[in-house]
């Protein structure tokens, strides 16, 4: 089936530690998202990219970061520099042009 | 900068009309699109608009006016299920970026 698959859907990390969550899609995406939400709050965007080997910052990158080396796959790290990152993570990717973006089941990050 | 508005939290009857409205100041636009999110899930689309007027898709329509900045979204003959977070989000132009409003809960009461 095609989708999009976050892993994994609980993730603990311990104080000063970096988390790599996992986002893959074989819709064959040119775009791929990661977003933040916090309980009673929309999406905010963390990080984007375009096409591989390219990405930019979103409205909250502070304390993030990413990486695009296959068309594939968008592995977002959470740095020991967000202060604060308990919250529902949220991937999604979308073909060229004005579709729709599609969204990953989500992870879900506590701090221990 | 960016700005976009919805209510906080609604609640119909499960039979009713129920219309969620969404306002918006972005710097250019490029389509709105409605999601909805149950509780602990992942958005899914619903709808999308780029030219004003309405757009009709079963028991869901969404209607757009560009100069007024607002669209809303109508949910005809509630059901329970329903009961959801509905998102609003601009794509702006150029860039491909989505801004998301905070979304609405909707609650459907038996």
């Known amino acids: 089936d095609g989708g999009i698959t976050q892993s994994p859907k609980y993730l603990f990390r311990k104080e000063g530690q970096n988390v790599t969550l996992s986002c893959e899609q074989n819709?064959?995406?040119?775009?791929m998202y990661w977003y933040r939400q916090d309980p009673g709050q929309g999406l905010r965007l963390i990080y984007y990219?375009?096409?591989?080997?390219?990405?930019q910052k979103g409205d909250i990158a502070e304390g993030y970061s990413v990486s695009r080396e296959k068309k594939e796959s968008f592995p977002l790290t959470v740095t020991s520099a967000q202060k604060n990152p308990t919250a529902f993570y949220l991937c999604?990717?979308?073909?060229?042009?004005?579709?729709?973006?599609?969204f990953g089941p989500g992870t879900r990050l506590l701090v221990l | 900068g960016q700005n976009i508005d919805q209510p906080t939290e609604m609640t119909a009857t499960e039979g009713a009309i129920v219309q969620i409205n969404c306002t918006y100041q972005?710097?250019?636009?490029?389509?709105l699109f409605w999601y909805q999110q149950h509780a602990g899930e992942a958005p899914t689309f619903l709808s999308y608009?780029?030219?004003?007027g309405l757009e009709e898709k079963g028991r869901f329509s969404s209607f757009l006016s560009r100069s007024k900045g607002y669209s809303y979204l109508l949910l005809k003959e509630l059901q329970m299920k329903d009961s959801a977070s509905y998102l609003c989000?601009?794509?702006?132009?150029?860039?491909?970026?989505?801004?998301f409003g905070t979304g609405t809960r909707l609650k459907v009461l038996a």
């Open positions: 819709l064959n995406h040119d775009a």
């Open positions: 972005t710097s250019g636009f490029n389509g």
């Open positions: 608009n780029v030219l004003d």
């Open positions: 999604a990717s979308r073909t060229g042009g004005m579709e729709t973006q599609y």
């Open positions: 990219s375009q096409i591989v080997n390219d990405f």
């Open positions: 989000a601009v794509v702006t132009s150029g860039t491909y970026k989505y801004i």
